[in-house]
């Protein structure tokens, strides 16, 4: 069965930092494209950074870019994100996900949540002092 589980959501003040993980089990994430999304309240579900192809390729929404670095450990088979300098618009329920593909392929964020299969909980994402 494949599983995802994200942790790592905090209350964090403006400017401060947080990794968040999203570990695997039933699967090998190398395999697979794993994206993070945040959702806030009200708003659409948008992907924020995804890895694909053996971690050689990454992509970030363009207002994270700088601050949020994905990165995964193969032998842990745990996708993480590392988030810096966060701010109220931050704030959300992340949540990581894995796409199946047919053939190798770079990832983006602006595919959207379509074509990812499996989903993890969520963990929550809090800024403020």
């Known amino acids: 069965q494949l599983q995802l589980v994200e942790s790592g959501g905090d209350l964090v003040q403006p400017g401060g930092s947080l990794r968040l993980s999203c570990a695997a089990s039933?699967?090998?994430?190398?395999?697979?494209?794993i994206g993070w999304f945040r959702q806030a309240p009200g708003k659409e579900r948008e992907g924020v950074a995804c890895?694909?192809?053996?971690?050689?390729?990454?992509d970030y929404k363009e207002s994270v870019k700088g601050r949020f670095t994905i990165s995964q450990d193969a032998r842990e088979n745990i996708v993480y994100l590392q988030l810096s300098r966060l701010g109220p618009e931050d704030a959300a329920v992340y949540y990581c996900?894995?796409?199946?593909?047919?053939?190798?392929?770079?990832?983006?964020?602006?595919?959207?949540?379509?074509?990812?299969?499996?989903w993890g909980q969520g963990t929550q994402v809090t800024v403020s002092s």
């Open positions: 890895i694909a192809l053996h971690g050689i390729s990454t």
């Open positions: 039933g699967f090998s994430l190398e395999d697979y494209t």
């Open positions: 996900a894995a796409k199946g593909d047919s053939v190798p392929e770079i990832c983006s964020t602006e595919v959207g949540v379509g074509p990812y299969a499996y």
